[in-house]
């Protein structure tokens, strides 16, 4: 049974940092790209970054360029997002996904998802 753990949320001030993690089991880690997704209050879900199977290739959305970087350690079977300069527009549950084949911002090409982290941004 394949399971995505996340820890590292929480409430933080505008302008500071936060790690996100997501440990991974279940099936060979290294098999599939990662990704986080986020999903704010009234708002649909939406891609934030991706890392390929072996972590050379990344993906962000224009919203979290420069700010956010997305990493991976296959030895660990787990994925990080490390988020800095936060911004309140920043505040959302973050999901960390599994199962694509490929670098992609397409929800339905992940089919393992995170429970949800919350990460509260304050002005």
């Known amino acids: 049974q394949v399971q995505l753990t996340e820890s590292g949320g929480g409430l933080v001030q505008a302008g500071g940092s936060l790690r996100l993690a997501c440990a991974a089991s279940?099936?060979?880690?290294?098999?599939?790209?990662m990704a986080w997704f986020r999903q704010a209050p009234g708002k649909e879900r939406e891609f934030v970054t991706a890392?390929?199977?072996?972590?050379?290739?990344?993906d962000y959305a224009d919203s979290v360029k420069g700010r956010f970087t997305i990493s991976r350690d296959n030895a660990k079977n787990t994925v990080y997002l490390q988020m800095n300069s936060l911004k309140p527009e920043d505040t959302a549950v973050y999901y960390c996904?599994?199962?694509?084949?490929?670098?992609?911002?397409?929800?339905?090409?992940?089919?393992?998802w995170g429970q949800g982290n919350q990460v509260t941004v304050s002005s």
């Open positions: 996904a599994s199962g694509s084949q490929v670098v992609t911002r397409i929800p339905s090409r992940y089919d393992y």
């Open positions: 279940g099936r060979t880690f290294s098999n599939y790209a």
């Open positions: 890392v390929s199977r072996g972590g050379t290739i990344t």
